[in-house]
């Protein structure tokens, strides 16, 4: 079975701090995605990437960054964390299709 | 981009009924459409995808259809259980389930439907 691991399910920081998110695969996987995911709001993409250092810009990249320096990790980065980034955040691999997802991140802003 | 829209936002079904979630999309260029069942305090599964090249697709109480003539596609779920109590997402790609690299291999998801099952 795909594997897609988030490194904590629970996260609680404070106003201006730099969060990372962490997120690894164990399936060789191409493509990665980070989504956020609000109630009522859906799924919204904030990035992906398609291969080792690349990365491409979702719907609301506003306030995050990304890193991809080998192929199986992906990591979100939130340069100065604000409260409205309070959120559920979920890591996704494909080899194409379909996404397989991780059990998400419970990020949480005070 | 690809706008998805799905309804409705919640359903509420006696055990044993079924119940159907209904999903338009806006690019015709779109070729792949997976649904997502996600329970409480887990990540978004996979649980039946479809094609453009085909109409139907079933597997056990499960099924989907596309229409893409309308750019429609449902999820249609018989003898519902409690345990189907989720919510659930459908998506569209223009990558096809090959799709590789850049744009062709991301999802456009709808706002989730909560199926509730009463017992």
């Not at chain 1, 992906?48 to 991809?68: Q, W």
């Not at chain 2, 119940?19 to 690019?27: F, M």
């Not at chain 2, 996600?38 to 989907?64: T, Y």
Request: glycine share 10%; with cysteine.
């Amino acid at each position: 079975d795909v594997k897609v691991t988030q490194s904590s399910r629970y996260l609680v920081k404070r106003t201006g701090e730099k969060v990372f998110l962490e997120c690894v695969q164990d399936m060789d996987h191409e493509n990665m995605f980070w989504y956020r995911q609000d109630p009522g709001l859906g799924l919204r993409l904030i990035y992906f990437s398609y291969d080792v250092k690349m990365k491409e810009k979702g719907d609301i990249p506003e306030g995050y960054s990304v890193s991809r320096e080998k192929k199986e990790r992906f990591s979100l980065i939130l340069e100065s964390a604000s409260t409205n980034q309070t959120s559920m955040y979920l890591c996704a691999s494909s080899p194409g299709a379909p996404q397989h997802f991780g059990d998400g991140t419970r990020l949480s802003i005070l | 981009g690809e706008n998805v829209e799905q309804h409705p936002s919640t359903l509420s079904v006696q055990e044993g009924d079924s119940a159907v979630i209904k999903c338009t999309y806006s690019d015709s260029a779109s070729n792949y459409f997976p649904w997502y069942k996600q329970e409480l305090g887990k990540g978004p599964q996979l649980i039946i995808d479809i094609r453009s090249n085909v109409g139907e697709k079933k597997d056990q109480r499960i099924a989907v259809t596309l229409n893409k003539t309308a750019k429609h596609f449902s999820l249609h779920i018989t003898e519902t259980q409690p345990e189907d109590s989720a919510v659930y997402f459908c998506a569209a790609s223009m990558g096809g389930p090959g799709g590789r690299g850049s744009t062709l291999g991301r999802l456009y998801f709808g706002r989730g439907t909560q199926l509730t099952v009463w017992p």
